[in-house]
T-cell receptor, first 114, second 116 residues
Framework: AQSVAQPEDQVNVAEGNPLTVKCTYS??????LFWYVQYPNRGLQFLLK??????LVKGSYGFEAEFNKSQTSFHLKKPSALVSDSALYFC????????????FGRGTSLIVHP | NAGVTQTPKFQVLKTGQSMTLQCAQD?????MSWYRQDPGMGLRLIHY???????DQGEVPNGYNVSRSTTEDFPLRLLSAAPSQTSVYFC???????????????FGPGTRLTVT
């Protein structure tokens, strides 16, 4: 079975400060991990993914995420937040050795204050 | 490429009415899926398809039907609408992304459905 958790419903950060949106996962095999962003009244957009290789993955809009196998985490980070980063962020996981279908977290609302 | 398109953008139905939500993609993706998004519930998978002629149920399939006669189209049918089906519906497709099917999903803009 596969599962993913986003422990924070909302993250608040001041513009210019670093941001972290947390994600932990559980799979029986090796994971494919994804981050998506949803702006108001829009569909989800792909940000980045971890498949294999380097644990630090760089994606769109200056975001990056670090895969940590021992902690089963895939936290999304950005060194300097922008007000325009305010959106809903979803983490998703798919077990390479199991389901063909990804499981999504419940989402974390990121609010960047000017 | 237009990507994933959905129609209509908004719809209001009365309880008991039926309708079809349209979804199309022009990326030749084999895998397509339908999700509903409700506050505090995240995304829940309704139905999915791994290719033309093949569909399967997701987490919340009751009250919905799908078919996949072509690679491009994946319509979602509400058989007899209920207020509990008030939600935002997203269609998504996924490319192969290399060995092991590691491709990311592409989402449509969504259909906001209200059932009264």
């Amino acid at each position: 079975a596969q599962s993913v958790a986003q422990p924070e419903d909302q993250v608040n950060v001041a513009e210019g400060n670093p941001l972290t949106v947390k994600c932990t996962y559980s799979v029986s095999g090796n994971p494919y991990l994804f981050w998506y962003v949803q702006y108001p009244n829009r569909g989800l957009q792909f940000l980045l993914k971890y498949i294999t290789g380097d644990n630090l993955v760089k994606g769109s809009y200056g975001f990056e995420a670090e895969f940590n196998k021992s902690q089963t985490s895939f936290h999304l980070k950005k060194p300097s937040a922008l007000v325009s980063d305010s959106a809903l962020y979803f983490c998703a996981v798919r077990d390479l050795g199991g389901s063909y279908i990804p499981t999504f977290g419940r989402g974390t609302s990121l609010i960047v204050h000017p | 490429n237009a990507g994933v398109t959905q129609t209509p953008k908004f719809q209001v139905l009365k309880t008991g009415q039926s309708m079809t939500l349209q979804c199309a993609q022009d990326m030749n993706h084999e895998y397509m899926s339908w999700y509903r998004q409700d506050p505090g519930m995240g995304l829940r998978l309704i139905h999915y398809s791994v290719g033309a002629g093949i569909t399967d149920q997701g987490e919340v399939p009751n009250g919905y039907n799908v078919s996949r006669s072509t690679t491009e189209d994946f319509p979602l049918r509400l058989l007899s609408a209920a207020p509990s089906q008030t939600s935002v519906y997203f269609c998504a497709s996924r490319g192969p992304g290399g060995a092991g099917g590691s491709g990311e999903q592409y989402f449509g803009p969504g259909t906001r459905l209200t059932v009264t």
